[in-house]
Structures are given as structure tokens and as C-alpha cells.
């Protein structure tokens, strides 16, 4: 039975991480960049979503839809502010922004809602399943959270296979230039990736705080690393990777929790992250690019 | 006279070469590319101070062979030899340490250095200093260094290229860069040269000096040179054999004159070349 | 001037780098000694020696070798402890703190070479943002198992465990690493004066390094990796051997870094020290050794400075930094700069020849 539970807890977790690694893959896949702001987006979602329903009094559906909103502003708002100007620049010096972005983030945080956690409350109003007469708990967190990825999943899917944003997309990541010959909009396109990156990212962080109510400044930036290795590990830049490498991620980090140890379970995520890298250097499910001569 | 014969009828090497084994043989050479067989059955024998040249229409596959060649990409079937000695299993800087050094189609210098450092870098292996050296500046690194400099101000002088020894590699004039890549390649002191298009891009005085540097590289250093090159005047007059690819298949061997009046070569390549003109 | 001017490049990068660290010694040491410089200044001087070794080690990494390492503090920490561990166990061995200082360094320089060796050789088949995630993994490695480990020493050697204290199983001993709280009880023996060798030592390194045929063909990897193989290069060894040095220097840092203060702890090492130093090269100049040394100076200053501010030092450092990347970057900025760079210029020749003229 506790296998199941963890199982099941790693699931969940690992949706939240997926999520979040959806954003960071479909920038990386189209903008060729590292946006290491992203996981403080997830934070900015959160604390408008605490807002909304604890200061305003909102009901949490208007709550997240108010947080995805703000956060796909936000989102827009950073990549024409600080990204834009610098397409043309080196993939370090734009990594070297999207660092300062974060820190933009996580200090006028800090300055608004101050540095005290405050508890967040959860958005899930479903009960526990009980099962096994009641040796196995699900939570309502973790079924939405499982149920919320699955269908995120399927609409990017659709939406980048069938709509024309989205097929502009994949353009986009393809060849850039080729894309912009053709007729498609590059600027639009990637505001629009950084747009459904980011409103994404205001329901992972609804999410990962109803799961774990603590929220301060700094709750995206682990999530946030965690996600991108998730990204990696599932191959970056494939949105598929991100769910397969998102998920299993969650589930490691459970499992090593529960039978190994507390303390080294991230050694060990990051580990098993290394082992998979050497073993097939692109991710589980990436592409092989090789190099003209 | 053939210069370059199908192996295994092989031995015709050129006159002043028959009493040495050729620099570089390969037996029935391909590679595939996820199923797909980009180049088959290529058997080339070269002599020790043959000029050569690898002809064919655009996408033969001349640059793949190169590659192979090189071990940039691993054949999928046949072997090479080089001196004698198999290359199979190398990689690209131990095949080069064998005696085989290049230059790239799209050119490839450390563009950030100085012209002198790109030469001594392509004088790695001719360069006597370990690391503690390297680190310490003692221990015969001045001697070693000012060997190198020695050695790579001759060769840029070989080409006339001594005075802009101190210039950014980047900033260089194209035709200069092209023959930047041919000393650093000749650095390596290789015993065959390969040269992907060198005369791209040059108008014609600078392709006939061009052709005058292949021979002098010839007479002076005693090596092989093989050459892709688009400019049929300049493969004519210069190469002592030429092989023609087409669609990863050699469709002919022969001298000069041979290839000009092979009817598969007139079909697949200087037919079209003549027409288009 | 003119006479500087003419010296080779390498030449005048070694001069001014030498220049400014003896300037500054010269400077900061007199002031130091008669207690002349504020307490959190003269606190500041061994962290910040410690920041420019990082960041002199770290350029070598992504300057010179141009591989993106976002795990450096890593390397940092398993000095810090190896060095801290050294320290606290030769306490009777060597009485001398300057000779047990050396050691110390020279033990955490090792571990973390080697450290460097074990992450190196499978890294950097990996290339461009792959190994950036692996570096990133392996500094999040390290911190969190030092975060378990617990070690001391008594009269029998040295006891290591993963689990507590208790389980170290000694008599009388001293706890050394303690767990997430991390070495305890340093005895503080860096001086600015050590710091100084350090960072003197690091450029004879690396400018050595650089200037030599081993640093030539890293430099030919960096911007050529094919046509470097092409003329006989060994791509994993040079790579290594860039990865292994810039560790190793790391190391020695991180030793001298923990042995400045009377606890350590592992998360001082994470992943946000990593993204620090690599602000500093980037800000400093991809391969530019002084650079390097003038940006951690400054960056590392500026939140120093900005402490009247309090709480919005941060958010001014945050914004501080994005305006300079998007300055030093952008199209539109390079096209400014260059724009009034010929406008200078132009002024400049117009009055030398009207100069002429009226001669």
C-alpha cells in the first residue's frame, strides 16, 4: 500500500513539475534560450491567487483565472522588456537577463508580500478518495493536479498540431528565418509562446501550492530548477519529454524520499538526471541534432 | 597514363611513387545515414606526391568521402588505409596525428585568434611542451614556443602571408582566409593534404596562384594533395588523376584526358557544366 | 601610454592584472593593518579575493573553454569542507596557521580537482546546455550530501557519517561538519595577505595557461571544435584539462573562503553562488581575466554600497544587471554605441587635422 500512496504522490507532484516544464520547453524550443525566470512566473501565480481569495474573497476558480491572467501579462510584458532587444545577442547574455528577471521577480516579491510564508489555501474542494477502507488516501489536490496535466497535455498537443499559432510554432523552432520568409509573424509567435508558458505556469503554482500551502518569494526557484531538469530529462524542446521527464521526476523524488532518504532525495534526482543524460545525451525523448561539417 | 585505378587491379601509382606504397588507399568505402546509402563502393589508391581530384555534381557526396576520410563520420562498410595502416576505429585528431590534414568547405579558422596562433595551433603535435611547461612558462616552454613561431612565420611566409602574421584570423580577406586554412593544415605535417573547394569564391588570378601553391605544396613538402573543386579548368590542368562521383558512386576514374571524353562523366556532369555555359 | 599601447596583448592583460591586485594590496593593506577600514569592509576583503579566484577559474571554464558550468560553487564547497576538514584535524600536527593554511588549501584544491575529474570526464561528451544542467545537477549533488555528512576527529583519526553525531562513535572528539549546519568550530586563520597570494598564484596560472600551447588549442576548441580536432587536437583531453584546473582553483577558494569564518554551511555553496560567479565573468568579459577581477570587485561592492537602501538593494542590483545586459547586448545598443563611437572618432581626426592646418 505504500507503494501505491508514494506512487501516486509522485504522480501528482510529477504533474506539477510537468506543468512547469511545459513552459520552460516550448521557450526553449522556439526562443533557444534558458528562461530561468520562469519559475519565479509560477511564484507571481501563486500570491495573485492568495490574493484574490483571501484579501478580495473570490472563489478560487476566479482566483486562478485572475493569476493566469496576470501571469500571461507578465509573461508578454518580460520577453518584449527584457528578451526582445536581445535576439540577436549570445544564448549566455540572454541566460544572464533571464537571471536578473529572476531576481527582479523574487525581490519585488519580497518587498510587496514581505519574507514571512503565508499559507496558502487550497483551491480543491473535492474530498479525499478513500480506498482499501481507507489505507490508501487520495487527495483531492492530487487527482486535479493529475487530471489538470493530462488535459493540459492534450489540448497543447492538439493546439500545436491543428492551430495555425501552433503550426507557426513548430515553424518557429524549425528555422527561425525560414519561418519569417514564409509570412509568420516571429515576434508574435514567441509572445505567444511565452503568453501559454506563463498562464501555465500560474496553474502550476495554483496547484503546487494547494498541495504544499507554504508560499514565499523564493517558492518557485526549486520547482523551477527541478522542472527545467525535468525538461532536459525528457528531452528539451518536446512537449511530450516534458510530460514523460516531468513525471518521472516527481515519482523519483517521492520513492526516494519514502525508501532512501529525506535529505538526499534531490542528490538523488539530480543524480538518476545525470545517469540518463550520459546514457542518451538529448533526453528520453529528444531529438538527435548533428553537425554539418 | 592513369594516376587513380579501381583496387584491386590497383599498382598504378604515379611513376615517381612505384617504388613506395601508396599514402592512401580505400577499399569499397560507404556510409549510410539512417538506412539511406549516401555513398557506396568508393576504392581510391593514391601516390605520395599525387595531385588528385574528387569531381562530381553537387550532392555526389565528395564532402561525405572527406568526412570519411577524416573519420568525422565512421564508415559504415569498407576500410581505409593510410601509410598502410588502418584508420578504422580512430578518432578525427588521431587520424590527423597519422598524416592526414584538411580544409573545410565553409571555412573553419579559429577566427578569434591571430593569424600566427592559428598556424601554431595546427602545429600542436610538432610542439614539444608538456603542461607543467605550459603552466610555468619554464622548463623549455620559451624554446619550444619560439621554435613554433619560428616554424609558422616560415609558413605563412611559404604562402607570402609572414606580414599579417599578427592579425585577427576573422579580419582576414577571404582568399587570404582560404590559404590561412591550407598553412595551418600543412602545419600538422600531414603526408596528404585534402582541400574541400579551394578555389571557391576566387575570381581567376587568384585560382591561377592558387594552382601554382597546390604544385609548389607538392614539390616542396613531397606530400599527396586531393581536391574537391567545381572549376573544371583548374581540376584539368592541375590533377594527375581524378575520380568522378555521382548520386555516392564513382562513375569514372582516369587521367585528364580520360575523364573528358567519358561519356557517363559528359552525361552526369560536363555535359550540363557545357550547356549551362 | 603609447608605450603600453605597443606591448603584445598578453603582455599588457598580465601587466594590468598583476597591477591591480599589487595596487590594491598595497592600498587596502597598510589601511587594514592600522584599522583604518570599517568592520564590514575589512570582513569583506577575504570573500572578496575568495569571489575573484572564482570568477579568474571560472572564466577559464567559460571564457576560455566556452562550456557553460552552472554548478562552480561546487567545486567551491568541496574545498571549503576537504580545506576545513584539513585545517581542523592538523590543528596539532602543524601549530603554524599560515604553513596548515597552505595545507588546507593544497588538500581542498586536490579534492576538488579531482571532483572536477569524476564530473569531467563523463560531462563533457555533453555538449552546450547539456552539460550546463549536469554542472547545475552536480552542485545541487554536492550540497545536498554535505548537508548530510557529518565528520570529527579525536585522538584515533577521523570519523565520518551520514546519519548524526552519535553515530560517529568517538571519544572526546571534536565534531569538525556538522550535519546542515556544516563545518563548526574554524579556526579562523585566512588573512587578506593569503588571499592575495591566492589570487596572484591563480593568475600565474591562468594567464600562463592561456598564453601556451595548451591554452591554445582550449582557445582553438572554443571556437572551432571541428577544425581543432581536424589538425590533431584531443578534444576530452584539453577539455579536461580546463575543467580540471578551473576546479582545482575553485577549490583552493573554497578553502581559503571557509578557513575566513567560524562556521560554514553547504547552502552558502548552491546553486545561486554559481549563477554570482557566472554574473561576474559575464559582466567582466568572456575571457577576460581583468575583467573578471573589476566586475567582482564592483558587483560584489555594490550591494555593500547599497545597504542604506535596505530593502531595495536587491531589486536595484536585479535591475542594475538586466539594463547592462540589455546595453552590452542589444542590437539597438551596439548600433548607439557604435554610432557615437564614430561620432568621437570623427571629432577626434577633424581637430587633429585642423591641428595640421594651422600648423
Known amino acids: ?293 | 597514363m592513369t594516376k587513380m585505378v579501381p583496387v584491386p587491379s590497383r599498382g598504378i601509382i604515379p611513376e615517381r611513387d612505384v617504388d613506395k606504397r601508396p599514402i592512401l588507399e580505400t577499399h569499397h568505402l560507404g556510409i549510410d545515414f539512417g538506412g539511406l546509402t549516401a555513398v557506396d563502393d568508393i576504392s581510391l589508391t593514391i601516390g605520395r606526391t599525387e595531385i588528385s581530384g574528387l569531381i562530381g555534381p553537387n550532392g555526389a557526396g565528395k564532402t561525405t568521402v572527406f568526412n570519411m576520410l577524416t573519420n568525422v563520420y565512421q564508415p559504415t562498410r569498407g576500410t581505409i588505409l593510410l601509410d598502410g595502416k588502418p584508420t578504422a576505429g580512430k578518432t578525427t585528431a588521431q587520424v590527423n596525428r597519422m598524416g592526414i590534414a584538411r580544409t573545410f568547405q565553409n571555412i573553419r579558422l579559429f577566427s578569434n585568434m591571430s593569424v600566427l596562433d592559428n598556424v601554431k595551433v595546427g602545429l600542436h603535435n610538432e610542439i614539444k611542451e608538456n603542461l607543467f611547461a605550459s603552466v610555468t612558462h619554464a622548463f623549455g616552454y620559451v624554446k619550444a614556443e619560439r621554435k613554433a613561431r619560428e616554424r609558422a612565420l616560415e609558413l605563412l611566409d611559404f604562402f607570402s602571408m609572414a606580414d599579417m602574421a599578427d592579425a585577427e584570423a576573422g579580419s582576414l580577406p577571404y582568399g587570404a582566409q582560404r590559404r590561412l586554412e591550407i598553412v595551418r593544415a600543412l602545419a600538422t605535417n600531414p603526408g596528404i593534404i585534402l582541400l574541400d573547394e579551394p578555389a571557391a569564391g576566387m575570381n581567376p588570378s587568384e585560382t591561377a596562384e592558387l594552382m601554382e601553391n597546390i604544385r609548389r605544396i607538392r614539390d616542396t613538402f613531397g606530400i599527396a594533395v586531393l581536391l574537391i573543386e567545381h572549376d573544371m579548368s583548374l581540376v584539368m590542368n592541375l590533377c594527375e588523376g581524378i575520380c568522378v562521383l555521382d548520386h555516392g558512386k564513382v562513375i569514372a576514374k582516369g587521367s585528364p584526358d580520360e575523364i573528358k571524353q567519358n561519356p557517363a562523366v559528359i552525361e552526369a556532369y560536363l555535359g550540363k557544366k557545357k550547356e549551362a555555359e | 601610454m603609447l608605450k603600453f599601447k605597443s606591448l603584445k596583448k598578453t603582455t599588457r592583460t598580465a601587466v594590468t592584472s598583476y597591477g591591480i591586485i599589487l595596487v590594491a594590496f598595497a592600498i587596502m593593506f597598510p589601511l587594514q593593518q592600522f584599522g583604518l577600514l570599517s568592520n564590514a569592509m575589512a570582513g569583506q576583503l577575504v570573500p572578496i579575493c575568495t569571489y575573484i579566484v572564482m570568477a579568474i577559474s571560472l572564466n577559464l571554464t567559460v571564457g576560455v573553454l566556452g562550456e557553460l558550468s552552472l554548478g562552480h560553487a561546487g567545486f567551491m564547497s568541496v574545498g571549503a569542507f576537504c580545506g576545513a576538514i584539513t585545517s581542523s584535524a592538523l590543528q596539532e600536527v602543524i601549530p603554524a596557521a599560515p604553513l596548515r593554511l597552505l595545507v588546507a588549501i593544497i588538500i581542498g584544491g586536490i579534492f576538488a580537482g579531482i571532483a572536477g575529474l569524476l564530473v569531467g570526464i563523463p560531462v563533457l561528451r555533453l555538449r552546450g546546455d547539456y552539460l550546463a544542467i549536469v554542472t547545475l545537477a552536480f552542485g545541487e549533488i554536492i550540497r545536498n550530501i554535505i548537508n548530510c555528512l557529518y565528520v570529527g576527529v579525536d585522538k584515533r583519526g577521523l570519523h565520518i557519517s551520514m546519519k548524526d553525531i552519535a553515530s560517529l562513535g568517538m571519544e572526546n572528539g571534536r565534531v569538525i561538519i556538522n550535519g546542515p549546519q556544516g563545518a563548526v568550530g574554524i579556526t579562523r586563520i585566512s588573512t587578506f595577505a593569503s588571499g592575495i597570494v591566492l589570487i596572484l598564484f591563480t593568475l600565474f596560472i591562468v594567464l600562463n595557461l592561456m598564453n601556451s600551447r595548451t591554452g591554445r588549442a582550449i582557445t582553438a576548441i572554443r571556437d572551432n571544435r571541428i577544425a581543432a580536432e581536424s589538425v590533431g587536437i584531443s578534444i576530452t583531453k584539453y577539455k579536461l584539462t580546463a575543467f580540471i584546473t578551473s576546479s582545482v582553483l575553485a577549490g583552493m577558494a573554497g578553502a581559503l573562503y571557509a578557513m575566513n569564518f567560524s562556521t560554514v554551511a553547504a547552502k552558502k555553496f548552491d546553486f545561486n553562488t554559481s549563477i554570482l560567479i557566472l554574473v561576474f565573468v559575464v559582466l567582466g568579459g568572456m575571457g577576460n581575466i581583468t575583467g573578471s577581477i573589476i566586475a567582482t570587485t564592483i558587483l560584489y561592492m555594490v550591494p555593500e554600497i547599497l545597504r542604506e537602501f535596505s530593502d531595495y538593494r536587491m531589486l536595484i542590483y536585479a535591475i542594475v544587471l538586466i539594463l547592462v545586459m540589455l546595453f552590452t547586448n542589444s542590437a539597438k545598443a551596439k548600433l548607439f554605441r557604435e554610432r557615437v563611437f564614430d561620432f568621437v572618432l570623427r571629432r577626434k581626426k577633424n581637430e587633429e587635422e585642423e591641428g595640421v592646418k594651422n600648423d
Open chain 1, 1 to 293: 500500500m505504500a507503494f501505491l500512496t508514494n506512487l501516486i504522490n509522485g504522480l501528482s507532484l510529477g504533474s506539477v513539475y510537468a506543468i512547469i516544464a511545459l513552459g520552460y520547453t516550448m521557450v526553449y524550443g522556439i526562443a533557444k534560450m534558458l528562461n530561468f525566470a520562469h519559475g519565479d512566473v509560477i511564484m507571481v501565480g501563486a500570491y495573485i491567487a492568495y490574493i484574490t481569495m483571501s484579501s478580495l474573497g473570490l472563489p478560487s476558480f476566479v482566483a486562478i483565472i485572475f493569476a493566469m491572467i496576470v501571469c500571461t501579462v507578465l509573461g508578454i510584458v518580460i520577453e518584449r522588456l527584457a528578451y526582445k532587444p536581445l535576439r540577436q545577442a549570445t544564448s549566455l547574455a540572454v541566460l544572464i537577463t533571464a537571471i536578473g528577471v529572476s531576481y527582479f521577480l523574487q525581490n519585488a516579491a519580497l518587498l510587496i508580500f514581505g519574507s514571512a510564508p503565508v499559507s496558502f489555501r487550497s483551491v480543491v474542494k473535492i474530498p479525499a478518495l478513500k480506498l482499501f477502507g481507507g489505507e490508501l488516501i487520495v487527495t483531492g489536490e492530487s487527482m486535479v493536479t493529475v487530471i489538470a496535466c493530462i488535459i493540459i497535455m492534450i489540448a497543447l498537443t492538439i493546439f500545436t498540431k491543428k492551430s495555425k499559432m501552433g503550426k507557426a510554432m513548430r515553424a518557429v523552432s524549425e528555422d527561425k528565418g525560414a519561418a519569417e520568409l514564409m509570412g509568420i509573424n516571429v515576434n508574435v509567435t514567441i509572445s505567444a509562446t511565452f503568453a501559454i508558458g506563463s498562464a501555465l505556469a500560474a496553474i502550476a503554482g495554483v496547484l503546487l501550492c494547494s498541495a504544499y500551502p507554504v508560499l514565499m518569494p523564493t517558492t518557485g526557484s526549486m520547482p523551477g530548477i527541478k522542472a527545467f531538469t525535468a525538461a532536459v530529462f525528457g528531452g528539451i524542446g518536446s512537449i511530450p519529454g516534458a510530460m514523460v521527464g516531468g513525471l518521472l521526476l516527481g515519482v523519483i523524488e517521492t520513492f526516494s524520499k519514502f525508501y532512501i532518504s529525506t535529505e538526499l532525495s534531490d542528490a538523488i534526482v539530480f543524480a538518476v538526471l545525470i545517469i540518463v543524460l550520459l546514457v542518451k545525451p538529448t533526453g528520453i525523448l529528444g531529438k538527435k541534432i548533428s553537425e554539418k561539417v
